[in-house]
């Protein structure tokens, strides 16, 4: 039974840095890409950052560009999402996805490739 799940979440101060962390379960990890997604209420969810299966290509939704960094650990069967600067407006409940792609170099921004998901994990940035 493949089971992703998502932690580190939290209050923080607008500003401030946040860590997630998605650990995997019951799949070969280094076969998938892995992406983050956040919710926030009321609103669609949207794409956050990608990663290849290699780790050597990421793709940043620009609203998080230069903020956020995304990084997976294979040998840990575990990605992060490293948050700086936050801003009230990332606040939402945060999903990790495992995703299909052709080669471990390639990335997919479409959110019908990925066929795991995570339970979410909730970011709150204070004002």
């Known amino acids: 039974q493949v089971q992703l799940v998502e932690s580190g979440g939290g209050l923080v101060q607008a500003g401030g840095s946040l860590r997630v962390s998605c650990g995997a379960s019951g799949l070969t990890f280094g076969n998938y890409a892995m992406g983050w997604f956040r919710q926030a209420p009321g609103k669609e969810r949207e794409l956050v950052a990608t990663i290849s299966r290699s780790g050597g290509t990421t793709y940043y939704a620009d609203s998080v560009k230069g903020r956020f960094t995304i990084s997976r650990d294979n040998a840990k069967n575990t990605v992060y999402l490293q948050m700086n600067s936050l801003k009230p407006d990332d606040t939402a409940v945060y999903y990790c996805?495992?995703?299909?792609?052709?080669?471990?170099?390639?990335?997919?921004?479409?959110?019908?490739?990925?066929?795991?998901w995570g339970q979410g994990t909730q970011v709150t940035v204070s004002s």
């Open positions: 996805a495992a995703g299909l792609t052709d080669a471990i170099w390639t990335i997919t921004t479409l959110r019908s490739d990925y066929i795991y």
